[in-house]
């Protein structure tokens, strides 16, 4: 199977927040971040894969400024690993005040996809070619945080 660029699957998700996406306090649902980065995540997964992707593992989310009504908030997705079967998407979400035009980085988010086929079982994605030094660092640590996640799962079925 030919590999893919990361390049080749970004995807950016923009919406400008309204009343209906905030609480009682004017500070926008977590909830209503966490779908918008779900949904910039999984295109890029699909994109990828070029199949159905469905979300397994979101890693944490750190909401490190509220976000309010009247904001643009952007998700920027784009993969950070690939796996036989299985995709990490790193999402930031950037936040904008549109008039005073500064993006804040509000979130950084990893989460994990497996692609499926026409049955509903795991199929094979591409290899992610990685170009740059960031791009291998983040690889690199991607590989960890994946073999961190198969251990506490292993862990959590030998308990059950």
């Known amino acids: 199977m030919e590999g893919k660029r990361i390049?080749?699957?970004?995807?950016?998700l923009s919406a400008v927040m309204g009343p209906q996406h905030t609480n009682g306090l004017g500070n926008v649902h977590g909830g209503v971040i966490m779908k918008m980065v779900d949904e910039a995540a999984g295109f890029a997964a699909m994109r990828h894969a070029r199949h159905?992707?469905?979300?397994?593992?979101?890693?944490?989310?750190?909401?490190?400024?509220?976000?309010?009504?009247?904001?643009?908030?952007?998700c920027n997705a784009e993969l950070s690993y690939a796996g036989r079967t299985s995709m990490e998407v790193r999402v930031e979400v950037i936040t904008e005040n549109p008039l005073e035009g500064i993006p804040k980085l509000t979130n950084t988010a990893y989460l994990v996809f497996v692609a499926l086929d026409e049955a509903g079982n795991p199929t094979a994605v591409p290899p992610l070619i990685l170009e740059t030094e960031e791009q291998k660092l983040r690889a690199n640590r991607a590989k960890e945080r994946q073999a961190y996640r198969k251990q506490n799962l292993s862990n959590e079925l030998n308990q059950s």
Do not use: N, Q
């Open 7 to 12: 390049s080749e699957s970004r995807v950016t």
């Open 52 to 74: 159905p992707a469905v979300t397994v593992a979101i890693d944490s989310m750190t909401f490190m400024e509220p976000i309010r009504v009247g904001m643009l908030v952007t």
